[in-house]
């Protein structure tokens, strides 16, 4: 709690650990171990699957110097020295809470996802397998303190089937609060593909929130970021694009295909995007509508999004009153982006509280927002 909030994180990060896959990947694919090595050229820690070093741009010089001089920052401050050396493990993840004056976080990978997506044409049971992985890695930590720690599991989308079984397991089993996805292709196969529905069902069923997270730290081959990525500033060209646009495609395809339709009681987060843009781009989906008219909507995709989505906002996203003007206060959540390089950690409430909101607004972008989304509200 913070200045009389409550406050529910809606995408706090974990640093996946080098021994991960060691503990935690069954047989028979354990002779396919993900391992990390260190890189030659940058020196930074590289996770290699199937013989492929990956994130891709840890091997560029240029990529490693931005994140060296974000990360410079944070390791100068005694917390972040110690939750280094200790892996960000659980315990410095609920201390580093409680710098902030969180209450609770919804956890969620940094590279996890990115090996589902970054690695082109993976078999789906060894995707799978990197999935359960990962989400049995995830049910470990949180059990240091299930209360405030709330996990999101990562699904492979190679296979829709194997999806929705990791589904269930990852709610009935695993207690977990939602579910991961990537606004760009799995092997071609976009969210709002017909072979994809049966898993919003499922998802619907279990009552779990759906959150479709950015990234730009691996794209995958039909990402709109990747042409960017060897530009003299791609750290920042990357983040500025992608984030924000693979967001507002994946929105657009799942309310304009009638996903949100078919499914009203599936709720959706946009994370990690920025909520500036939301504005404009809800009008211009209503207008295209209206003019084309080539979408199953018996409504606006405007009342969609209002009736079943979030979208987070930046701690320090002055441009966020906007969207409250515009459509109330009951829309966006918020995050400290604990631990990345780029976060405002420890400072991330202080640069919220100095945005000049109204109470109530403050009270439902902290905790109620996001609450509703991961069924938090007792």
Request: aromatic share 10%; proline share 7%.
């Amino acid at each position: 709690m913070k200045n009389g909030f409550r406050i529910l994180d809606s995408d706090l990060h974990v640093i996946e650990p080098a021994s991960l896959f060691q503990d935690y990947l069954e047989e028979p694919f354990r002779d396919r171990m993900p391992v990390m090595r260190r890189s030659d050229v940058t020196g930074v820690d590289t996770w290699v699957i199937d013989g492929k070093p990956f994130p891709l741009w840890n091997e560029w010089p240029e990529f490693a110097q931005a994140n060296a001089r974000l990360r410079a920052k944070k390791e100068r401050t005694p917390f972040q020295a110690r939750a280094y050396e200790r892996g960000f493990d659980a315990a410095t993840t609920l201390d580093a809470m409680d710098l902030e004056g969180v209450d609770v976080a919804a956890l969620f990978r940094t590279n996890g996802g990115t090996w589902i997506i970054g690695l082109d044409d993976l078999e789906p049971d060894y995707a799978a397998a990197l999935c359960r992985a990962y989400n049995n890695w995830m049910r470990d930590y949180c059990a240091a303190d299930p209360a405030r720690l709330k996990g999101v599991a990562l699904l492979p989308l190679q296979a829709v089937d194997l999806a929705i079984e990791e589904a269930r397991r990852a709610v009935a089993e695993l207690g977990f609060v939602g579910v991961t996805v990537h606004a760009e292709p799995v092997n071609g196969r976009i969210l709002y593909d017909e072979a994809v529905e049966p898993l919003w069902t499922e998802v619907e069923r279990l009552g779990a929130a759906v959150c479709l997270h950015g990234t730009s730290t691996a794209p995958g081959r039909e990402d709109v970021s990747r042409k960017h990525l060897r530009h003299p500033a791609g750290r920042t060209l990357t983040h500025a694009v992608s984030f924000p646009m693979q967001m507002m495609g994946a929105m657009a395809g799942l309310i304009l295909s009638g996903t949100l339709e078919r499914h009203p009681a599936l709720r959706v987060a946009f994370l990690e995007a920025n909520c500036s843009w939301l504005p404009w781009f809800l009008y211009r989906l209503d207008d295209q509508q209206e003019k084309y008219g080539d979408s199953p909507l018996p409504l606006p995709p405007s009342a969609y999004f209002l009736r079943q989505c979030v979208i987070s906002m930046e701690a320090d996203e002055e441009l966020a009153k906007d969207v409250m003007a515009r459509y109330g206060d009951g829309l966006t959540v918020i995050s400290t982006d604990y631990p990345h390089p780029d976060s405002a950690f420890p400072h991330a409430m202080d640069e919220f509280f100095a945005l000049d909101l109204p109470d109530e607004s403050r009270r439902k972008t902290l905790w109620d927002n996001c609450a509703w989304l991961y069924r938090l509200d007792a």
